[in-house]
């Protein structure tokens, strides 16, 4: 479908025009007619599908058009993090480029003084759109700076993220302050119980438009270490050897774990820099500044604080650890390959994340490359994608890997058939019948 087929108002595609958007996004197309004809929206989408503007659009387009108030906030987007929050807030500047009487504001935390008078007196103005991060939204409340008694959209962006960074709690306390009659949208790139059950409080009658998770992108080319935990970091400082490798993002789920490997890299002389949620705002900035400046060759980061991350020279992505879910090994390696380049990805997979690799291989349907370790680190542990609790999974010879005692009422042979004493046991209750009848 594209845009002009859709009812988006003259002044929104004359900025799509400009920005040479033709077509829509699968998410677009599921989307935008739905938000127009003022359903509530449940999006299921990935990073990098067009959902910003699978939202923004239909919205901005619905407050060009007139008949809401002038000295009000109009909608509310919520991001889980402030470089989300800055994207939003940069689509929304192109978007709205021929949208004269449409104003917004940016609220995110790590910015004090001349920063928060700014966004205080855009929101007691009434700012058409806030994009704001829970946290700094819910200050600007107990201030006294915001009235969200007329908001008439809610936009939940990332809601996955938001509730495992822990802003639960805070999305009810602001919802509990929207009026009912509210249009509300969320996205999320997955849907766990607990967005099931967040949407079903906020949303009335939602039309859920869900699209599937794209393959990575045929430029990368994916390669894995199978090693065991201790290995990594000797994994780490062999693919830096010589210091060839530039522009290099690795990935890791905790924030420890972004220090050690920092420090490691560091004594063998890279130029490094880390991104982990101990930092504060500034710090951040002035990261992914030198980073973006390539006065830093490689950046360590974890996921969360990662995900504002959008850079076009990315040479390799590195998975310290396997990523919880396919989705989010799709987003972290998208980091490279991108304006048709190509780009490599290495991931690092102990034994005990065997079975989530092998889960990630079976959703991508192809095998990833494995590669040998370093001969320096010793012996690997055998790939394999059986779940870890399964009696043979890493299993390394004798005296490893104990076969769990069979549970009561079931024998150690499981779906190999019956064990060779309930066997006699059956046959012999199969003579005694065979006796009976004949008598």
Do not use: W
Not at 186 to 209: G, N, R, W, Y
């Amino acid at each position: 479908m594209k845009f002009e087929e859709t009812y988006l108002n003259d002044n929104i595609l004359d900025a799509l025009y400009d920005m040479h958007f033709d077509d829509c996004t699968p998410i677009q197309e599921g989307c935008i007619p739905q938000i127009l004809d003022y359903h509530d929206v449940i999006g299921i989408a990935q990073t990098g599908t067009g959902k910003t503007a699978a939202y923004l659009l239909p919205i901005l387009s619905m407050l060009d058009d007139g008949g809401y108030p002038k000295d009000a906030i109009n909608c509310i987007i919520m991001s889980p993090t402030r470089e989300l929050a800055q994207q939003i807030d940069q689509a929304m500047q192109g978007f709205g480029y021929y949208l004269d009487g449409i104003s917004s504001v940016a609220v995110y935390g790590g910015n004090d003084g001349p920063r928060y008078d700014q966004e205080m007196k855009s929101l007691r103005m009434g700012a058409d759109v806030v994009i704001a991060t829970p946290g700094r939204l819910l200050s600007h409340i107990r201030m006294g700076n915001v009235d969200l008694s007329r908001v008439s959209f809610f936009v939940l962006d990332e809601a996955d993220r938001m509730l495992d960074m822990g802003f639960s709690d805070d999305i009810m306390q602001i919802v509990k302050l929207l009026p009912s009659d509210r249009q509300t949208i969320l996205f999320s790139a997955t849907m766990p119980e607990k967005i099931q059950s967040l949407a079903k409080s906020i949303l009335k009658d939602p039309v859920e438009v869900k699209i599937a998770v794209s393959k990575p992108a045929e430029k990368i080319h994916q390669m894995a270490y199978i090693c065991y935990e201790p290995q990594k970091l000797g994994i780490i400082r062999h693919l830096f050897k010589g210091n060839k490798l530039k522009r290099v993002i690795c990935f890791s789920g905790k924030k420890d774990k972004v220090k050690e490997i920092t420090r490691q890299l560091k004594q063998i002389g890279v130029n490094c820099c880390a991104m982990h949620s101990d930092l504060s705002q500034q710090e951040r900035d002035e990261v992914m500044l030198k980073f973006k400046a390539c006065q830093c060759d490689v950046l360590v980061a974890t996921d969360i604080v990662a995900r504002g991350i959008d850079i076009d020279d990315i040479q390799m992505v590195i998975n310290y650890d396997v990523p919880h879910d396919c989705e989010d090994y799709v987003h972290r390696i998208g980091r490279t390959a991108r304006a048709d380049r190509e780009g490599e990805a290495v991931t690092l997979v102990s034994d005990k994340d065997m079975y989530a690799f092998g889960q990630i291989e079976d959703f991508l349907e192809k095998d990833i490359e494995k590669i040998p370790l370093p001969g320096d680190l010793g012996d690997a542990p055998k790939y394999s994608k059986q779940r870890p609790n399964s009696p043979r999974h890493g299993k390394r010879g004798k005296g490893h890997g104990r076969r769990r005692s069979p549970a009561k009422g079931k024998t150690s042979a499981g779906k190999r058939g019956k064990s060779r004493s309930a066997k006699t046991s059956d046959k012999k209750k199969d003579n005694a019948s065979r006796e009976k009848i004949k008598e």
